[in-house]
T-cell receptor, first 111, second 115 residues
């Protein structure tokens, strides 16, 4: 059974204070690892897809990296508008077309 | 980018009534749509997978007679919560997979409150 664990559950940063969110996964065979941003009362918003170990993707202040066991979402010099819950999900060879989600990291960036 | 629209965004109903939630892919054809349920501060839990023109595949523990899913066209799937009870109150989210790229897009979610 695919498993996704995200840490920390919650993170509070000062504006400009860089940090990383972790997503550890256990799958039979990874087809893709996804990062989403979710604002309160909204659906997830797609950020990145990573397919193989060593792959990196960047978008504005966010950078996602992938190893064979985990993924990191690095946030550089965050701003208050980056406050949201960040969700990690995996698609595996044994899971059909189903995404398995982690419980997310709730990020709050303060002035 | 591709957009998935859910309607209604919020619904309040009395216990025992049925509620229908629509999920539409606005600018692409979705061969597969997924319905999730999310509790406060919890992850998205997949309820069912629907393919256009065929019966939905429900996850273990999800009552198919309680949560009716219809995927009548390549742009529309509906979730009907039948005889709703307070414990059905939740945030329901749909997602749609592009038939062309396979990319997955999420709707904005529907907050159901059963009194």
């Amino acid at each position: 059974e695919d498993q996704v664990t995200q840490s920390p559950e919650a993170l509070r940063l000062q504006e400009g204070e860089s940090s990383s969110l972790n997503c550890s996964y256990t799958v039979s065979g990874l087809r893709g690892l996804f990062w989403y941003r979710q604002d309160p009362g909204k659906g997830p918003e797609f950020l990145f897809t990573l397919y193989s170990a060593g792959e990196e993707k960047e978008k504005e202040r966010l950078k996602a990296t992938l190893t064979k066991k985990e993924s990191f979402l690095h946030i550089t010099a965050p701003k208050p508008e980056d406050s949201a819950t960040y969700l990690c999900a995996v698609l595996s060879t044994g899971g059909g077309n189903k995404l398995t989600f982690g419980t997310g990291t709730q990020l709050k960036v303060e002035l | 980018g591709a957009v998935v629209s859910q309607h209604p965004s919020r619904v309040i109903c009395k216990s025992g009534t049925s509620v229908k939630i629509e999920c539409r892919s606005l600018d692409f054809q979705a061969t597969t749509m997924f319905w999730y349920r999310q509790f406060p501060k919890k992850s998205l839990m997949l309820m069912a997978t629907s393919n256009e023109g065929s019966k939905a595949t429900y996850e273990q523990g999800v009552e198919k007679d309680k949560f009716l899913i219809n995927h009548a066209s390549l742009t529309l799937s509906t979730l009907t919560v039948t005889s709703a009870h307070p414990e059905d109150s939740s945030f329901y989210i749909c997602s749609a997979a592009s038939g062309t790229t396979g990319e997955l897009f999420f709707g904005e979610g529907s907050r159901l409150t059963v009194l």
